[in-house]
Nanobody
Framework: QVQLLESGGGSVQAGGSLRLSCAAS????????MGWFRQPPGKEREFVAA????????HYADSVKGRFTISRDKDKNTLYLQMNSLKPEDTAVYYCAADPRGILSSIRTPGDYDYWGQGTQVTVSS
């Protein structure tokens, strides 16, 4: 059983930065695919970014490419999301997720992730 705990959300003005962290525990030492998703108010959960835990390949939604950076610290079992040049449309609850199977073709699909954190609120004001 994998447990995920996000931190680092908050309120920031447009153009500002935030760094989210996701501490993973339990399960195996390899978490397959790990990703960040977000759910804006009144909308469906959407893909933000993901990383292959072992190989380190990075994947981004077009809406955040060039502004957000996903990374991981394998020694600390921690996933990060550095968010720069934030926009009001980035306002959402951000979730960390893990898919131990690590299937590349499903890395952007929320339904293929087995484990989720509780979410952390990010609010960007104009």
């Amino acid at each position: 059983q994998v447990q995920l705990l996000e931190s680092g959300g908050g309120s920031v003005q447009a153009g500002g930065s935030l760094r989210l962290s996701c501490a993973a525990s339990g399960g195996t030492s390899s978490y397959g695919n790990m990703g960040w998703f977000r759910q804006p108010p009144g909308k469906e959960r959407e893909f933000v970014a993901a990383i292959r835990w072992r190989g380190g390949s990075l994947h981004y939604a077009d809406s955040v490419k060039g502004r957000f950076t996903i990374s991981r610290d394998k020694d600390k079992n921690t996933l990060y999301l550095q968010m720069n040049s934030l926009k009001p449309e980035d306002t959402a609850v951000y979730y960390c997720a893990a898919d131990p199977r690590g299937i590349l073709s499903s890395i952007r699909t929320p339904g293929d992730y087995d484990y989720w954190g509780q979410g952390t609120q990010v609010t960007v004001s104009s």
